[in-house]
């Protein structure tokens, strides 16, 4: 298991945190994790964007094309 300070929500203030047991496989990556506090749990999640595409000449993003 592995331990995390974050803000607790219910607890109102910083809380360690871990990972329970994972049944994903994910061990101690697993994006769910439990307050040691109260019990409360969170997700952390990560999403990656593209940057847009820039204009070379003005700097303003380039228009959105569609694929055929």
């Known amino acids: ?27 101690a990556d697993c994006p769910e994790l439990v307050c040691t506090g109260c019990g409360a749990a969170v997700l952390i999640a990560t999403f990656a964007f593209r940057a847009p595409r820039l204009d070379r000449r ?3 993003p380039a228009p959105h094309r569609r694929a055929a």
């Open 1 to 27: 298991m592995s331990d995390r300070e974050l803000h607790c929500d219910t607890c109102g203030g910083v809380q360690p945190f871990e990972a329970p047991p994972c049944a994903d496989g994910h061990d």
């Open 58 to 60: 003005d700097g303003r």
